[in-house]
């Protein structure tokens, strides 16, 4: 028997008669029968509070279906009306920004039965293409960004989690690897959560991959998913995969999240092996990321006018670049983009231990079929698994979720200052791709030998030893929480 669509209730301000109307993609409060022939008001944003009068009702009528966090029948205390119908949802402004509220209407004795029925559907449709009542393990790093993540955790997060009757550990970490050591460490992780979610900058999420990597079973471990609520001077993950540095509306993409799979990123080090999803940089990139410690009260802005004043400056990085290249003109990476922009990945990965590295380790001989570039003026050298390296940079257009790829980026400090300044400005709006002072190549895998004596490098946000390292990628081999099963960016 096919669940109900409809059902009547009352508003419980001033009992005016409605029928609450799943229609294709939303909840629609629907007043026309109390008003006549007049016809139904069709899809506005959201109602607006919790014993909403019918006029703030008829302006706002209607939910979608990916903001309804749960519904419920409450006991009432009214004789003629034994029941109350909640519906807890996330109100949706500017298309990315939320915050918790609920409607509830009063139910008549015979419609009890069909009010459940009702529920049924509209969680169905709610949850269409993710789990309810997600099993949580949250891991809160309170001393990221300015070191409000827990206040604001507590805030806005844990009250939409609650509302959307998540199941949820919480975990403060105390230092510096202490995530990693979770993750690794933790009996039956694969079988108790349905997603990892950072509370967090990039360096939680950072230290979660690593920790995966080194669970008994591998290809159990990355299926499940990793995400974040962005609590964090920079929050890229969070970005890429919801599209918002919102918290609340953060944590609505985590409850309505989609599990897909995503290219890992293998480097070697010295005599280590670590894994990672966001980037690598050496050069003015590296130097704005982890040399601007000094100016972290400014936020994510620090990187701004730390790039500014090294271009100003004229700074040079000398190294030499070894790199497997697939794709180096526009054209061809425009094609590759083209050709896998639309797909959507499950984890198919099944090896208990992590992928041979198919290249070798930064020791072993560099691969005859790999061109070598010697720069002395190296400005940017920049290489990344997501398009957002941030909020306000759009650094790598091109990149995509599972495409086998890595996206590097070169910019070398012989071009005017001006040019350098005009590419880094334009990251904003991905709008350096075009530029013909820079070069951005699709490649496999890659060398970088640093050739002076000290410096940055940046690996997911996080300081690397200043010596060599190599990076080859391990495709499909992670899983994330997504909005909508893609990365959140304009493309190319």
Known sequence: MPLPNSIIGYTQADRVRV???????????????????????????????????????????????????????????????????TVDYCKVKDEKKATLDRVSFLID?????????????????????????????????????????????????????????????????????????????????????????????DGIPHEVFNGLSKRPNVAAAFKVPVCQLPCGSGNALCVNLVGSNDLQFATLSVVKGIPISVDLCALTQDDKRYITFLSQALGMIADCDLGTENMRWMGESRFTVGLIMRVLSGATYPCKVSVRISHESRTQVRQAYQEHKNKMHTSTFECTQLPDLKYGTVHDPIPEDWKSIDSSSLAVFYVGKMPWVSSDALFFPAALPRDGYMDMILIDSSIPKKEILSILLGVAEGKHFDSKYLHYYKVDAYRIEPKAHSGYISIDGESFNFTPFQVELHPGLGTVLSRTGQFQAPGI
């Open 19 to 85: 029928r609450l109307v799943l229609e294709d993609g939303f909840l629609l409060i629907d007043h026309a029968q109390t008003y006549g022939n007049q016809p139904s008001l069709g899809c506005f944003s959201s109602i607006s509070c919790v014993s909403a009068s019918s006029t703030d009702l008829l302006q706002h009528n209607s939910i979608v279906y990916f903001n309804v966090l749960w519904a419920e029948l409450l006991p009432s205390t009214l004789e003629n009306h034994p029941a109350i119908l």
């Open 109 to 201: 004795a015979q419609n009890e039965r069909a009010c459940e029925a009702w529920i049924d559907n509209l969680l169905n449709k709610s949850y269409q293409n993710t789990i309810r009542n997600k099993r949580l393990l949250v891991l809160i790093n309170p001393f990221g960004g300015q070191g409000a993540a827990l206040t604001r955790y507590k805030k806005y997060s844990a009250p939409i989690l609650a509302a959307a009757r998540c199941r949820v550990e919480e975990i403060e970490t105390k230092y510096k690897g202490h995530a990693a050591e979770i993750i690794e460490n933790m009996e039956g992780l694969e079988q108790s959560y349905d997603a990892i979610v950072c509370c967090s900058g």
